[in-house]
């Protein structure tokens, strides 16, 4: 199986204020390619801390972390930017499209950071939210789409650039259960198909439709 | 991909409509007042840079007083032209005609009214230079002839009506000067549109010498002959007056100019009135860019989770800089198009008034392209710089905090 992700002894330490705060200690976990991987812990765990390290969007304070064969800690801000655009899909509880911007636009957003063709942008952006469904909603705005469509057209902007991997932050926080549960379903068919996915969540149940649980308990995986 | 950041910034500035329109309202007036300001200053100078062309590069002016030339009539009474400095300048080699001249701002009586008028002597040998200079022509009647004595030709705003209560027809007798010498009028002239030449009287030098009870001249007018070179024959003029006063050089009590340097002096004179005018107009432009910088420091605390997303699916410091500076630009840009209209509206309007109210066809505002090109490059510009500072805060936000951001 080929690695991904690779943490090595990784730790990440906040101050607020005066007080040093270990979010994350020692670390080490391996992600290999079509993992389904659930991290796991009550709030205050340190699980978000560890999505945001393993979606490169943070930096550790000790430790490295090895994205296929490059250190993160060595490449400037605009690689980690780049990288991050080509091989991670990230999808969140709130949702986080851009409220200004159509289903289609939001969709084609990570492609034009890549310098993707605008003709080119737009089909992808399309043939994905045909995929979820939502082609009839593509000139909608977020505020015009129920949660499950706002998550749906998350789930096609972080396939926009065919990334090896998706991170998803409590993706079915904000849902129903029976919505919750449809966006869990797309995400296992992506796995199916050869994403891998990691999945931060509290819930129990959600984390079962994982292939694997990591749990995390005061910044410790356990 | 810049293209995109049009779109996106365009976007993010028609979502924001009000906000937008006040923000762009400093821009806008700023580069109306610089479009209606430099398209009037433009005018101006081609009106008057036409006059200095036809009144051709050979002609020379002496006028009394050391101090910088001011308008003809309004030079002090300091030191005086004479006769005597009329014959010296005919016997200098290059010397086509010279001819003295009396401006003088004097009572003019009509069928028992009083107004006064620009009143102009001229001796006849230099006339055709002074009508040539003012564009003066004739409309009704006849010029003045050699040998004419109390005869006047009248400018167009007394002879209408526009000034006395009744019009002056040709062969109507009136009185100028405090002692009330009787003048024909022999011709009139046609509108040239401003007060100066409209109220203009004009009548033979040795008729206004007598009328106004003066010798002296306010100006003397000198053409030189064919192949001379003017400015040595302006130099040898000014030698020998120096000489016939016993002055030194650079303490002369009179300045002789070529048409060429009254046309530079007037330039320079311009180009500081009109300098002075568009830093005023520059002004409202700097408090226009601080206005943007406001909008775009908002902008970047509203949006900031929307900072976070993008550099999350991959935008780099450098796609957030550049979104950012040309969301500002747009904004100056759309600011400058409609404050271009607005100046080009406002330059018509005033010409258009000027015409009208005033009777001066001097102020034609004109819109050359690099104004127009200028104003629209210079208003994006403005917009830019303003943005700098909100953009680059913005760039270096660190996705984890701005995603974090409520």
Same mark, same amino acid.
Request: hydrophobic share 40%; net charge negative; no cysteine.
């Given at each position: 199986m080929t690695?991904? @992700?690779? @943490?090595?002894?990784?730790c990440k330490t906040y101050f607020l204020g005066e007080e040093k705060v270990s979010a994350v200690r020692n670390a080490n976990i391996r992600i290999n390619k079509g993992d389904f991987i659930a991290i796991m812990g009550p709030s205050g765990s340190g699980k978000s801390t560890l999505m945001n390290l393993v979606g490169v969007l943070d930096i550790p304070t000790e430790g490295e972390i090895f994205l296929e064969q490059h250190n993160?800690?060595?490449?400037?801000?605009?690689?980690?930017?780049?990288?991050?655009?080509r091989k991670i899909g990230f999808i969140f509880q709130q949702f986080n499209l851009i409220r200004t911007l159509t289903a289609k636009e939001n969709v084609m957003l990570p492609m034009m950071f890549q310098n993707i063709p605008s003709e080119e942008r737009e089909k992808r952006a399309l043939m994905l939210l045909e995929q979820i469904g939502l082609k009839d909603r593509s000139n909608h705005r977020p505020g015009e789409l129920s949660g499950g469509q706002q998550q749906r057209v998350a789930i096609a902007r972080a396939l926009a650039n065919n990334p090896d991997m998706i991170l998803a932050d409590e993706p079915t926080g904000n849902l129903d259960s029976k919505t919750g549960h449809e966006i869990i379903l797309l995400l296992k068919n992506l796995n199916k198909k050869g994403k891998t996915i990691i999945m931060v969540t509290h819930d129990i149940n959600v984390a079962k439709e994982a292939k694997k649980i990591i749990h995390i308990v005061d910044g410790e995986i356990k | 991909m810049i293209l995109d950041y049009f779109k996106l910034g365009f976007k993010n500035i028609r979502t924001r409509r009000l906000?937008?329109?006040?923000?762009?309202? &400093?821009i806008f007036i700023g580069i109306a007042a610089v479009v209606a300001l430099i398209s009037l200053g433009q005018g101006l100078q081609m009106a008057v840079t036409q006059q200095f062309q036809q009144l051709g590069k050979d002609k020379i002016f002496i006028q009394p007083g050391a101090v910088t030339m001011g308008a003809p009539g309004t030079s002090s009474g300091v030191s005086t032209l004479t006769d005597h400095d009329v014959k010296i300048i005919e016997g200098i080699r290059g010397v086509e005609r010279v001819g003295g001249a009396i401006f003088k701002i004097g009572q003019v009586e009509y069928r028992g009214e009083i107004k006064y008028g620009y009143i102009t002597g001229f001796s006849f040998e230099t006339q055709d230079l002074i009508d040539e200079a003012q564009s003066y022509k004739i409309v009704s009647g006849r010029n003045l002839k050699k040998d004419d004595k109390y005869k006047v030709v009248i400018g167009y705003g007394l002879a209408s009506g526009d000034i006395f209560q009744k019009s002056i027809k040709i062969g109507d007798k009136i009185?100028? &000067?405090k002692n009330g010498q009787e003048f024909v009028v022999v011709g009139t002239l046609d509108k040239i549109g401003n007060p100066y030449d409209d109220g203009a009287v004009i009548i033979p030098l040795e008729s206004a010498q007598e009328a106004l009870n003066t010798t002296d001249y306010d100006m003397i007018t000198i053409q030189v002959k064919? &192949?001379?070179d003017v400015n040595k024959v302006a130099e040898e003029i000014k030698t020998r007056l120096r000489k016939d006063r016993g002055e030194k050089e650079g303490e002369e009590d009179f300045r002789v100019q070529t048409s060429e340097q009254l046309a530079e002096t007037f330039n320079s004179i311009f180009a500081i009135v009109q300098a002075v005018f568009i830093g005023i107009a520059a002004i409202s432009l700097v408090v226009g860019g601080v206005g943007i910088m406001n909008t775009m420091y908002t902008a970047v605390l509203e949006r900031t989770r929307e900072i976070g997303i993008m550099k999350a699916v991959g935008a780099r410091n450098s796609d957030i800089l550049t979104l950012f500076l040309i969301e500002s630009g747009t904004l100056g840009l759309i600011g400058g198009v409609i404050g271009i209209i607005l100046g080009v509206l406002l330059g018509m309007g005033a010409s258009f008034f000027a015409g009208q109210a005033l009777g001066t066809n001097l102020l034609k505002a004109y819109f050359p392209a690099y104004l127009i090109v200028g104003a629209l490059l210079f208003s994006f510009a403005v917009g830019c710089a303003s943005g700098v500072l909100p953009a680059i805060q913005a760039s270096k936000l660190k996705p984890v905090d701005a995603l974090r951001y409520e």
């Open positions: 690695q991904i @992700l690779h @943490l090595n002894n990784v993160i800690a060595k490449l400037s801000e605009s690689d980690l930017a780049q990288i991050r655009g | 906000r937008s329109w006040l923000t762009m309202l &400093g009185q100028i &000067g064919e &192949g001379e």
